[in-house]
């Protein structure tokens, strides 16, 4: 039997995040995937700050022209 469950590993256990009916000391497989989110490489909230400041100044002092054009959501996906 094949099923496809979340858990989340906790003080060195798997948890699943729904009811899941095996007996007790079934063995299982797992395929363990990367978190979704990376945790960010600067943590310092200063240094966040300053690292915002300086690409907002950037956006301000480039902006995108009137002219530029516009495109839409096939577009930037290449679909036909």
Same mark, same amino acid.
């Given at each position: 039997?094949? $099923?496809r469950l979340t858990a989340i590993y906790r003080e060195g256990g798997f948890f699943p995040q729904q009811p899941c009916d *095996?007996? +007790? +000391?079934s063995e299982v497989s797992l395929i363990v995937q990367g978190p979704s989110k990376r945790p960010p490489e600067i943590t310092?909230? +200063? +240094?966040? /700050?300053r690292i915002l400041q300086?690409? %907002?100044e950037r956006m301000r002092r480039n902006? *995108?022209?009137t002219q530029a054009p516009r495109? %839409? $959501?096939?577009? *930037?996906? /290449? $679909?036909?």
């Open positions: 039997m094949n $099923r *095996l007996p +007790e +000391e310092d909230p +200063e +240094e966040i /700050g300086m690409v %907002t902006p *995108l022209p495109f %839409t $959501r096939d577009d *930037l996906h /290449g $679909r036909p």
